[in-house]
């Protein structure tokens, strides 16, 4: 079942959804539901890891000093002067 509900948006953002939707040969509509549903999606997994991350906190599952020291230096290299 579908859902049909009106969205006002700039004109200049309808301008750039009409030429995606030509480029990718669909509506305007697949494409805005598409889009609607990606951010869903985004924001429902990005909300679920902050509530994971606080229920840890909550408990005391924190990383270590030396967990955060190890992580740190896996992707920074320091620079020392010559």
């Known amino acids: 079942m579908m859902t049909a509900f009106t969205v006002q948006v700039p004109d200049e953002t309808a301008a750039r959804l009409d030429q995606l939707a030509e480029k990718l040969d669909r509506s305007r509509s697949y494409i ?24 840890e906190a909550d408990r005391g599952e924190f990383a270590s000093a030396d967990d955060v020291a190890k992580l740190v230096a896996k992707y920074v290299t320091s620079v020392r002067p010559s």
Do not use: S, Y
């Open 32 to 55: 805005a539901a598409q889009a609607i549903e990606d951010f869903i999606a985004r924001e429902e997994w990005q909300l679920a890891e902050i509530e994971n991350g606080l229920a």
